[in-house]
């Protein structure tokens, strides 16, 4: 049996390719994140290895260009080497991978190098598992299918299809699994079972229900409309009614929480992402900032609610399979993101605005907030300077998510929070008298 042998620190990328590789080309596969261990085993005789997989760069280093040097000065002229991701500074010579979720071609490539052909290819079948942000699990009593969890390059089957989600699930989250893999045969119908158990949910909702279960069943609601928006033409009745009532109940938490340190404390200690966590805590600003400046009102707040649930929807597919991302500006640069991710995030703004548009009932002007809300007038990008032609709850917005991202900042670093400070930093790179105007509402916040 030949064997393959991957340099890569993503794990997400490593069990798909173990995967699919094995099945495919019937070669084992050993994964490398540290490009000397990966060295040491190519050049160790004991080893034989038939192709090198390598993604362009690991951190910051130019992996692919170190590890294929060490192997010219080794001598190993005849491996053949594969990489995964931008040719960037790489040389002509070196075979470029470029999109590496694009399974098929990745697989394809190595299998023909192989010598594996695309009849023997096309007789094996594949298991083909898709994420599922663990979240979605919380609302059943028992899971619809199999599910399993990635560790150390594998898929690891933890439930049997219709054994009980709770109390199991629980540890799973408190070792900071973010998402569960289902089927891909089997991703429609989880997704419509979610849907219904979430709606049935929200009924046992009233206003008086603690805050940590609103915030923990809205966040499943964001995750699970976002799911069904990816795979439906057009938004279902269910899909409707499952929004709006996650709305409500994020705005009923958003007015009546306090202070801004008690909706922290809860989002943390529900274990919520940075996505969902950064939109609850600028919402909790941006309606401060409409009940502080003159021209706000009732109607900002019921277009707020739109905006604030439906914004960054489709970034829910880049944040399910990397949990650590954080501030949406820095993705654009994170070398963990795929070509394809990144295009998610370029056009996010202007997808969901795509969407809301079919949503029945979609206050006016929703739409173009949301396709503003990174300061461009087409929702492609983030702006880099912010000018006067976007709509004013859009400038909102803007101000708000800066605002949060200035804040989480100061926490996470462990800094103390001076709201003065942030708002003159605020002023510096928003300096439009109507972003300004905004900021100084920010002062009297309650943090
Ligand atoms: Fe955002
Ligand atoms: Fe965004």
Wanted: glycine residues 4%; hydrophobic residues 40%.
């Amino acid at each position: 049996m030949s064997t393959l042998l991957l340099i890569s620190d993503n794990e997400v990328l490593n069990s798909l390719y173990t995967v699919n590789l094995k099945v495919y080309t019937e070669s084992d596969l050993v994964c490398y994140a540290k490009i000397d261990d990966a060295i040491d085993h190519i050049t160790d005789p004991e080893n034989e290895v038939s192709v090198v997989v390598c993604l362009d760069k690991i951190g910051r280093e130019d992996a692919a260009l170190i590890a294929y040097s060490s192997l010219l000065e080794s001598g190993l002229f005849d491996i053949p080497f594969y990489v995964v991701g931008n040719r960037g500074e790489l040389t002509e010579e070196m075979d470029i991978l470029q999109d590496p979720f694009d399974l098929k071609n990745v697989i394809g490539t190595i299998a023909k190098r192989l010598g594996i052909t695309a009849k023997d290819m096309a007789s094996k079948s594949v298991p083909d598992y898709y994420p599922m942000p663990i979240r979605m699990f919380f609302s059943l009593q028992n899971v619809p299918c199999q599910t399993y969890i990635v560790h150390e390059g594998h898929f690891n089957l933890i439930f049997e299809s219709g054994s009980p989600v709770w109390p199991k699930i629980k540890s799973y989250l408190d070792q900071k699994v973010t998402t569960l893999y289902v089927p891909s045969s089997m991703r429609f119908e989880f997704t419509k079972i979610v849907t219904k158990a979430l709606r049935e949910k929200t009924n046992t909702i009233t206003r008086k229900s603690p805050q940590e279960e609103k915030l923990e069943i809205v966040q499943q609601g964001i995750e699970t409309v976002a799911e069904r928006l990816f795979e439906d033409e057009q938004i279902t009745q269910e899909v409707i009614q499952l929004s709006s009532k996650c709305m409500n109940i994020m705005m009923d938490v958003i007015d009546k929480v306090p202070d801004l340190k008690d909706l922290i404390r809860d989002l943390t200690r529900n274990k919520s992402g940075f996505l969902y966590s950064h939109s609850i805590i600028a919402g909790y600003v941006a309606n401060h900032v409409l009940d502080n400046i003159e021209w706000g009102g009732e109607s900002h707040k019921e277009k707020l609610k739109f905006v604030l649930f439906f914004h960054d929807m489709h970034l829910t597919s880049v944040y399910k399979n990397h949990s650590d991302l954080e501030y949406e500006e820095s993705l654009v640069f994170d070398e963990r993101l795929s070509e394809e991710e990144k295009e998610v995030v370029i056009s996010h703004a202007a997808k969901a605005a795509e969407a809301i548009k079919t949503y029945p009932k979609c206050p006016l002007g929703v739409d173009s907030i949301i396709r503003q809300h990174h300061g461009t007038t087409n929702g492609m990008g983030f702006a880099t300077t912010y000018k006067d032609d976007i709509s004013p709850l859009a400038k909102v917005l803007i101000i708000s998510e800066a605002f949060t991202e200035k804040l989480l900042e100061c926490l996470y670093s462990g800094e103390e929070v001076e709201v003065s400070t942030i708002c003159s930093d605020l002023k510096e790179k928003y300096s439009k008298h109507t972003y300004v105007k905004i900021i100084k509402t920010l002062l009297t916040i309650k943090l």
